[in-house]
C-alpha cells in the first residue's frame, strides 16, 4: 500500500454562502459609516487631500494584509510555486486595466464623494449615490449577461422606492446643484468600476485586485500631497483619526469584503445589497451628527431593506417528490 496525502475537501456551500453573507453585511456597515465619517472630517480638510489621505491609509493596510496572505500561500502550496496562477501580479492588458478601474473606484469615486459631502447632508449623499446599484443591474444585464431575473427587478423597484421616500423625507428643501452632479458623477463612477471590476475579477482575486487599484488611486491624487500635509498641521486630532478610520475600514477592508462578495455572485444582487446603506446612513449621522430624520425616512429605510431582501436572498429550491 502506498501513503496517500489527504486532501482538504472545499468549504460546503453552507459555509460559503454564510461568508459571503456575512462579507456583504461587512462591507454595506462600514461603506455606510464612511459616509459618516467623511461629513465630520470634511468640515476640516478638503476633498482632495481627503481622497489622497484614505486611500494612502488603505493602501498601507492592503499592502500589509497582501504580505500575509502571500506568506501563508507560500508555506502551504511549496510545490506549485507558492502562489496560485490567480493570486500573481498581473501584467499587460489585465494590469492596464486594473490600474483603470482603480483610478477611477478608488481616486476618481472618493474625489466626487467627498466633494459631494462639501456640498449635501450625509443622508441625502448616499441616496444620490445608491443610484448606482440600479446602474450597475443594468450593465450587468447588457454586458456582463446577467440578465434580468424577475426577483432582482421586483427588489430594485421596492428598494427604489423606499430610497426615494428617504429623499423626500430628507430634504432640507434647498437644491444644491453642484453636490446633486457630484453625487451623480458618484453613482455612475461607482457603476462603471463595479461592472468593470466583475469582468476581471475571474483572471485574479480580489484582494490583489483591491490592493492594486488602491495604490493606482493613490498615485493618481499625490497632487493633493502638499495641501494634505497643510490642512492635517492645522486639523484636530479627531480629523486626522478619521482619515485613518477611513482608509482602515470602509477602504482597506471594505473593499476587500466587496471584492468577495462580487467574485462569488452576480454583480447585479451585489450591488442591490448596498442599497441598505442609506438607510444606515440615515441612523448613524442622526445618533452622530445629530441629523434627525423624519417618521417617513425610517419607513423608506424599512422599505430599502425588504427590496434588499428580495433582490439578494436566493429562494429554495422546490424538492421534488
Known amino acids: 500500500m502506498t501513503a496517500t496525502t489527504p486532501r482538504t475537501s472545499p468549504a460546503p456551500p453552507t459555509t460559503r454562502g454564510g461568508l459571503t453573507l456575512l462579507a456583504m453585511a461587512t462591507t454595506v456597515v462600514l461603506w455606510a459609516s464612511a459616509f459618516v465619517a467623511i461629513r465630520a472630517v470634511g468640515h476640516d480638510v478638503d476633498a482632495g487631500p481627503l481622497t489622497l489621505g484614505r486611500v494612502a491609509v488603505g493602501s498601507v493596510a492592503?499592502?500589509?494584509?497582501?504580505?500575509?496572505?502571500?506568506?501563508?500561500?507560500?508555506?502551504?502550496?511549496?510545490?506549485?510555486?507558492?502562489?496560485?496562477?490567480?493570486?500573481?501580479?498581473?501584467h499587460g492588458r489585465l494590469l492596464a486595466l486594473v490600474a483603470v478601474w482603480g483610478v477611477a473606484w478608488f481616486g476618481g469615486y472618493n474625489l466626487t464623494l467627498n466633494a459631494a459631502e462639501q456640498h449635501l447632508?450625509?443622508?441625502?449623499?448616499?441616496?444620490?449615490?445608491?443610484?448606482?446599484?440600479?446602474?450597475?443591474?443594468?450593465?450587468?444585464?447588457?454586458?456582463?449577461?446577467?440578465?434580468?431575473p424577475r426577483r432582482l427587478l421586483v427588489g430594485i423597484a421596492v428598494a427604489f422606492t423606499g430610497v426615494l421616500l428617504i429623499a423626500?423625507?430628507?430634504?432640507?428643501?434647498?437644491?444644491?446643484?453642484?453636490?446633486?452632479?457630484?453625487?451623480?458623477?458618484?453613482?455612475?463612477?461607482?457603476?462603471?468600476?463595479?461592472?468593470?471590476?466583475?469582468?476581471?475579477?475571474?483572471?485574479?482575486?480580489?484582494?490583489?485586485?483591491?490592493?492594486?487599484?488602491?495604490?493606482?488611486?493613490?498615485?493618481?491624487?499625490?497632487?493633493?500631497?502638499?495641501?494634505?500635509v497643510d490642512q492635517l498641521a492645522a486639523a484636530p486630532t479627531s480629523a486626522v483619526l478619521g482619515i485613518?478610520?477611513?482608509?482602515?475600514?470602509?477602504?482597506?477592508?471594505?473593499?476587500?469584503?466587496?471584492?468577495?462578495?462580487?467574485?462569488?455572485?452576480?454583480?447585479?444582487?451585489?450591488?442591490?445589497?448596498?442599497?441598505?446603506?442609506?438607510?444606515?446612513?440615515?441612523?448613524?449621522?442622526?445618533?452622530l451628527l445629530d441629523e434627525v430624520p423624519a417618521p417617513a425616512a425610517l419607513v423608506g429605510g424599512v422599505l430599502a431593506l425588504t427590496g434588499v431582501a428580495v433582490a439578494t436572498i436566493p429562494r429554495r429550491p422546490v424538492r421534488a417528490r
Not at 443622508?123 to 454586458?143: D, E, Q, R, S
Open 244 to 287: 485613518v478610520y477611513l482608509g482602515l475600514f470602509p477602504t482597506a477592508i471594505a473593499f476587500s469584503t466587496w471584492g468577495y462578495v462580487l467574485s462569488r455572485s452576480s454583480a447585479g444582487r451585489a450591488a442591490a445589497s448596498t442599497y441598505a446603506v442609506p438607510a444606515l446612513v440615515v441612523l448613524m449621522s442622526w445618533a
Open 62 to 90: 492592503l499592502t500589509a494584509m497582501v504580505a500575509v496572505v502571500r506568506a501563508r500561500r507560500r508555506a502551504t502550496t511549496p510545490a506549485a510555486g507558492g502562489i496560485p496562477a490567480r493570486g500573481r501580479l498581473p
Open 168 to 228: 423626500v423625507a430628507t430634504s432640507a428643501g434647498q437644491f444644491d446643484a453642484a453636490g446633486v452632479l457630484l453625487g451623480l458623477a458618484s453613482a455612475v463612477l461607482y457603476a462603471g468600476a463595479a461592472t468593470l471590476q466583475k469582468r476581471l475579477l475571474p483572471h485574479l482575486d480580489a484582494l490583489t485586485m483591491t490592493w492594486l487599484g488602491c495604490l493606482a488611486g493613490t498615485v493618481v491624487t499625490l497632487p493633493f500631497l502638499p495641501a494634505l
Open 121 to 148: 447632508d450625509a443622508g441625502t449623499t448616499a441616496l444620490l449615490v445608491n443610484i448606482a446599484p440600479m446602474l450597475v443591474a443594468v450593465l450587468a444585464g447588457l454586458f456582463l449577461g446577467e440578465g434580468f
